[in-house]
């Protein structure tokens, strides 16, 4: 029988929230969702900030807790600030967690995710599509969305042995793919994550978020195992209340209401008794 994903992973569930400090976050990521990632790590008391030109690192990375790179926004310039703060963040020895956004899409995203990989970060997270292309498997998603067709139980075991296969070069690594089932892959184990909603696919932004809650979990000193589970199932349960609360049925309300969840579900010591999931 498997082993339930609150029994191993306990202690981190028990005491990750509310936070008792506000680690600080820089994220290097897109406009579109930069505004609703820095609010949603204010809502959980951490503390963002978006800086992204290279002349800055050497100061910024004395600072910073942790670091996110989201790959959502791609330029000459932006190119140069994420490969700039990952060796940064190595050096640095601050965690780190790159966002595959578009990698299904682009040769030069995938490229670009390559060469971050080489600085080994605590995690790699995206949609089930975009890993699958990253792990070098067939992928079926378009643009930034990933694909209903890369998600069925045996595209599901593909891709847990070649991420398992990648956790061997670099054990230090926890990867994430996200969707219908959320899939947790490491040195160390894999899991895989049940709670959420449908309407999350409809509103932009929140693949961003998570990994910017990943990201604050980081910085407070979670192993890259707890801090993935415990980002991925808050988040994913915030949005189940919000749609518990939403019978209109309107994606603007769920949003609002998603994101509200994010500021007060932390304070609810049994939010954690909604969360599913399992070790496989």
Not at 205 to 230: F, K, P, R, S, W
Not at 241 to 255: H, Y
């Amino acid at each position: 029988m498997s082993q339930k994903i609150t029994e191993v992973f306990a202690q981190a569930f028990k005491t990750t929230f509310p936070l008792k400090s506000s680690p600080l976050v820089d994220c290097i990521t897109n406009a579109v969702t930069i505004e609703s990632m820095a609010n949603a790590l204010l809502y959980i008391n951490a503390k963002p900030i978006m800086a992204d030109v290279p002349e800055e690192f050497p100061e910024l990375f004395t600072q910073i807790d942790a670091l996110l790179l989201n790959l959502g926004h791609i330029s000459a310039e932006r190119k140069e600030s994420l490969l700039a703060a990952g060796s940064y963040a190595a050096e640095a020895h601050k965690p780190s967690v790159v966002d595959l956004v578009g990698v299904s899409a682009t040769q030069l995203r995938y490229d670009i995710s390559q060469q971050l990989l080489q600085n080994h970060p605590n995690v790699i997270k995206g949609n089930i599509s975009e890993v699958r292309r990253f792990a070098g498997l067939k992928s079926t998603g378009r643009g930034v969305d990933g694909s209903q067709l890369d998600q069925s139980a045996d595209a599901l075991s593909e891709l847990t042995a070649a991420l398992q296969s990648l956790t061997q070069q670099y054990p230090n690594t926890t990867f994430l793919a996200t969707g219908e089932t959320d899939l947790v892959v490491s040195a160390k184990g894999q899991w895989q994550l049940k709670n959420g909603v449908p309407q999350l696919d409809r509103f932009t932004g929140t693949g961003d978020i998570v990994g910017a809650l990943i990201a604050a979990l980081l910085g407070l000193g979670l192993t890259n195992d707890e801090a993935v589970v415990v980002a991925v199932s808050y988040f994913n349960c915030c949005a189940e209340v919000a749609a518990a609360q939403n019978p209109e049925g309107g994606i603007a309300s769920f949003r609002t209401k998603t994101l509200n969840q994010v500021s007060l579900l932390a304070d609810k010591t049994d939010w954690v008794e909604m969360v599913k999931g399992e070790a496989v």
